[in-house]
């Protein structure tokens, strides 16, 4: 448990494209799961809080990995944050930088090649 909390809430390090793949599928399942579920909760106050509080953990853990995945090409998160204003290039060219640009192949100072 300690590990799935740590890959989805570290800030430190670096993450390839497949842990960052693995990683946003998984938080989409855990976000869709709670939604279905919450459903079945009678009070609509209730589903509200549950909807907004997974919400927001997806939020943090997608912020994390997001993170760790600009440190693999030698970026922080907030220098790449710039180019989510600009409207819909922006976001498609961050979801391709992201997705599809190869990290660094040596250690830089953000730690060493990620194993995924």
């Given at each position: 448990m300690t590990t799935a909390l740590t890959f989805l809430?570290?800030?430190?390090?670096?993450?390839?494209?497949?842990?960052?793949?693995?990683?946003?599928?998984?938080?989409?399942?855990?976000?869709?799961v709670a939604l279905e579920?919450?459903?079945?909760?009678?009070?609509?106050?209730?589903?509200?809080?549950?909807?907004?509080?997974?919400?927001?953990?997806?939020?943090?853990?997608?912020?994390?990995?997001?993170?760790?995945r600009c440190h693999d090409f030698g970026k922080t998160f907030w220098s790449s944050l710039w180019r989510d204003q600009i409207p819909v290039i922006g976001s498609v060219w961050g979801l391709a930088e992201v997705f599809f640009k190869p990290g660094n192949a040596e250690a830089n100072e953000y730690g060493g090649v990620p194993r995924i």
């Open positions: 809430f570290s800030e430190y390090g670096r993450l390839g494209r497949l842990g960052y793949a693995l990683g946003i599928g998984g938080i989409t399942v855990l976000f869709l579920a919450s459903a079945f909760i009678p009070h609509e106050t209730a589903q509200g809080v549950v909807v907004l509080v997974v919400m927001g953990a997806c939020l943090l853990a997608y912020r994390s990995l997001t993170e760790r």
